[in-house]
């Protein structure tokens, strides 16, 4: 018997819009007008290649809102660009998209910000220790072993966090009230 032939990748469908996604017009125009030492294309055309150090002090600064080459690759990735991974790369990172070709400015179009890979994450707790309920929370998290909680239970964690310590307030100032009340009132002894 014999073996079946190996599976070709499939390839995306061609684009058919026209705008260009701001950050990938940027990205296109970067590669064409920076140093070769910064950042070039390879050979094939296909992947580009950026040297991480220089990148993060000339160029990404010049033509993005950051300066973190950590974001600048975060970034690639929400557009669907991947990081190709080699042993030797001297401080080089290479990246590649399918719609991303050297000298086919007409695919450019086809490559769109992917809002499932670049969502804001919700933070657990609020960032304030609420007499160490915040604390206990992500401890007991921690402990179960629980898949993680979804995006609503997030939302509504933090929210029965901010009622408890709306009320804890509020008992707090009414306590305060009645110390002024006390105080104010006439015929106590003042010290």
């Not at 990404?60 to 669907?80: E, K, M, T, V």
């Not at 290479?94 to 919700?122: A, Q």
């Not at 921690?142 to 933090?158: F, G, L, M, N, Y």
């Amino acid at each position: 018997m014999g073996r079946a032939p190996p599976r070709k990748r499939k390839e995306p469908p061609l684009p058919t819009g026209t705008k260009v996604a701001a950050f990938v017009g940027k990205l296109s125009k970067m590669l064409e007008s920076c140093p070769s030492e910064v950042g070039r294309w390879a050979a094939d055309g296909k992947s580009f290649w950026i040297n991480d150090e220089s990148a993060r002090t000339s160029v990404i600064p010049d033509n993005f809102a950051h300066s973190s080459f950590r974001s600048f690759a975060r970034q690639l990735s929400c557009y669907g660009f991947r990081k190709t991974r080699r042993r030797e790369t001297n401080g080089w990172s290479e990246f590649s998209h399918p719609f991303f070709v050297r000298d086919e400015p007409e695919l450019l179009c086809g490559i769109k910000r992917m809002e499932h890979l670049c969502e804001e994450r919700i933070p657990l707790a609020p960032k304030q220790d609420l007499n160490g309920l915040t604390a206990l929370s992500v401890a007991a998290r921690a402990v179960s072993e629980e898949p993680p909680p979804s995006k609503k239970q997030r939302i509504d964690e933090v929210d029965d966090l901010k009622t408890e310590q709306i009320k804890r307030l509020q008992a707090r100032v009414a306590h305060l009230e009645g110390l002024v009340t006390s105080l104010l009132s006439p015929g106590t002894a003042r010290v």
